[in-house]
């Protein structure tokens, strides 16, 4: 517990010490803001810092993923492999610390439990779980899409005697799986890339899969040396790149129709892409491949092919394909051998839909048909999305008014940066922001530039306070929306569309934005340039 009751008083107060809080705090302290940064976990990095389980690594390029703003730490910094596991990254969070002596400006251990706008005084108070309190004329929330992890609803969670473990929340020590029984709950992303390294020493996986979803190759490699030096020589090209592209990838559509061409041209097309590395075959994709259902059709036929040729035992095949979504509207977990993974003997997969779990029990789980005895349940059952971060601390705006009960039917903001009724309030990566749909460290720099500089804007007109309209906030959220309904991916339930069964969310909304990143710069560009049109300053 924190001794002293004296209120800390900044400029700004950052929630947040990932990618997007190290990259805020740095750039403001640059601008001679007064900034402190609040960390619940106990060093930064964010997702990199509690994502610790094993397979854990990049989907997107390493060399891709990397900050631009520092031609010095391009020069400096090496990537061992072109989508780069956990440690690394978490090395390259630390790299940006010591580089920049971070830490001397980050509270760690400091879970934020409340925030709420004092108008009278112009600031916002913060309340931390230890009894920390902090007071900043402006609140950045730096929390990440993907920050708060779920349980599933199944009764006796706490009756298991065994070892249990959460993918996000995944200890600090070793974890060995040699010789054991271990239950996998969950086959999304992590799931997908932690049962794939599970079952390499494990005694005896059970994997219990509620939803299966569409995987395709990531197609790892190292990079050597003379490779990284080529990579340097090229990241103004890759940065270009990215910046030009819907998600800030290095992938972009195929500029082609799907049903304009042969069957024979398509599965030509079909079959390079799925051979290359990345998300080559979900965004280097024909440019209707996401948004017309005949299109989809085709290329989700294809990877069913592909899966059945991979998984031997045909009524396994049978439960690994989806069946309530084509391939590409729910984020595609990419994986290195998952499916082989159900060809092992000691690999069982229980298809949730036929047998639901009943209860965890002191021994292990109790399905609607068999009772199983583990030594280790692993809950590969994700996050509440984009919005679960944000409804864990209590934020309160004007008047009192709960963050929460505004969002109860989805998210409305102003892009995705600013909530009507929330003054001074600034969300990096929060929902309808580019960032969700992005190639993550590409959209956070975007972001983090454009709150920056408008808060010099605000101090150098002598501004102290800031706020989205609500017309402005209807017409983005509207907007939004319209961008959305363009995809297949709002026919979907997913974290995408805001549902999420753990949470007991089942209407649909839209929590991102899907009009691209280059679109969203343009737009945020345009606020600038009619003096932060859609804001009130005052």
């Known amino acids: 517990m924190v001794k002293s009751t004296a209120i800390e008083r900044w400029e700004v107060a950052v929630i947040g010490a990932g990618l997007s809080g190290m990259y805020q705090l740095l750039k403001l302290r640059q601008l001679g803001f007064k900034v402190r940064v609040y960390e619940a976990g106990g060093d930064v990095g964010g997702t990199w810092y509690w994502n610790r389980y094993p397979g854990c690594r990049f989907d997107s390029e390493s060399w891709s993923y990397v900050f631009s703003f520092s031609p010095e730490v391009l020069r400096e910094w090496s990537w061992a492999e072109h989508f780069s596991g956990q440690p690394e990254n978490l090395r390259y969070c630390e790299f940006l610390a010591d580089k920049f002596d971070l830490r001397r400006d980050i509270t760690f251990g ?293 963050l929460k009960d505004k969002w109860a039917d989805g998210p409305h903001t102003y892009l995705g940066l600013n909530i009507a009724g929330f003054p001074n309030l600034l969300t990096l990566v929060g929902p309808h922001n580019a960032a969700t749909f992005c190639n993550i460290p590409r959209c956070i720099e975007q972001n983090v530039e454009f709150v920056s500089e408008m808060l010099v804007h605000m101090r150098e007109k002598g501004l102290k306070r800031l706020e989205a309209t609500h017309e402005a906030e209807d017409e983005w959220t509207a907007h939004v929306y319209d961008t959305g309904n363009k995809l297949l991916a709002m026919q979907v339930d997913s974290w995408i569309t805001g549902v999420n069964k753990n949470v007991g969310r089942q209407k649909r909304t839209f929590m991102a934005y899907a009009g691209g990143a280059p679109k969203y710069r343009q737009k945020c560009e345009e606020v600038v340039a009619h003096g932060y049109e859609g804001f009130t300053l005052r």
């Not at 990579?231 to 890759?238: A, E, L, M, T």
Request: charged share 30%.
């Open 110 to 402: 400091a879970r934020a439990r409340s925030a709420s706008w004092d108008d009278g005084a112009g600031e916002w108070e913060l309340i931390f779980e230890d009894g920390r309190r902090a007071r900043s004329r402006f609140l950045v929330t730096a929390i990440g899409p993907l920050s708060a992890p779920t349980m599933p609803n199944i009764a006796g969670i706490g009756d298991f005697k065994g070892e249990a473990y959460h993918t996000g929340l995944w200890p600090h020590h070793p974890v060995s799986f040699e010789g054991k029984r271990v239950a996998v709950i969950g086959t999304g992303a992590s799931g997908v890339q932690l049962i794939t390294e599970v079952a390499k020493t494990v005694g005896h996986m059970t994997v219990f899969q509620r939803t299966p979803n569409w995987c395709t190759p990531l197609r790892n490699s190292r990079i050597s040396p003379q490779e990284m030096e080529s990579i340097r020589n090229r990241y103004d090209d890759i940065f270009r790149r990215c910046r030009e592209t819907w998600g800030c990838f290095i992938h972009t559509a195929d500029h082609r129709n799907a049903m304009d061409l042969s069957p024979e041209e398509r599965e030509a097309a079909f079959e390079k892409l799925y051979n290359e590395p990345g998300f080559s075959f979900w965004q280097g994709n024909f440019r209707d491949a996401l948004i017309d259902k005949a299109a989809n059709d085709e290329m989700t036929k294809f990877v069913i092919k592909k899966i059945r040729a991979r998984v031997k035992d045909q009524r396994i095949a049978d439960k690994l394909i989806p069946t309530n979504h084509g391939y590409g509207t729910r984020r595609v977990p990419l994986e290195s051998g998952y499916y082989e993974v159900y060809n092992q003997p000691n690999v069982k997969l229980v298809d949730l839909r036929e047998t639901p779990i009943e209860r965890v029990t002191e021994k292990g789980l109790k399905t609607s048909d068999a009772d199983y005895e583990f030594d280790m349940i692993v809950y590969a059952t994700g996050f509440d999305a984009i919005t679960g971060a944000f409804d864990r601390i209590d934020i309160r705006g004007k008047g009192d008014q709960k």
